[in-house]
């Protein structure tokens, strides 16, 4: 899997790497040829996924939202997962 980084500094505190890491097993364990492009805002983090191929969105977005589920963090998904092909998300800090 390719993840890209933008705006995110070398240091980043535990609890932010311990999600992003089991966000990235989850990613893996569903489509292992997916790419993942994490920006940093001063307010959120935003996400970008795309799938390898279509067919593995709709169980990408499933384990998307169980994992952020178990967690209760709320998603702020786009509406455009059809027509586009990603998975855009965000998540307030």
Do not use: G, W
Not at 27 to 50: A, G
Not at 66 to 71: E, S, W, Y
């Amino acid at each position: 899997m390719q993840v890209n980084t933008k705006f995110v500094s070398q240091v980043i505190p535990d609890n932010d790497m311990i999600y992003l890491n089991r966000l990235v097993a989850i990613i893996e364990s569903v489509d292992e040829l997916s790419s993942l492009e994490i920006t940093k805002n001063p307010h959120s983090y935003q996400f970008r996924l795309v799938a390898s191929l279509p067919k593995y969105n709709e169980l990408l977005l499933e384990e998307l939202l169980k994992f952020h589920n178990l967690l209760r963090i709320k998603l702020n998904l786009s509406k455009s997962i059809k027509s586009s092909s990603t998975i855009c998300f965000e998540i307030n800090l």
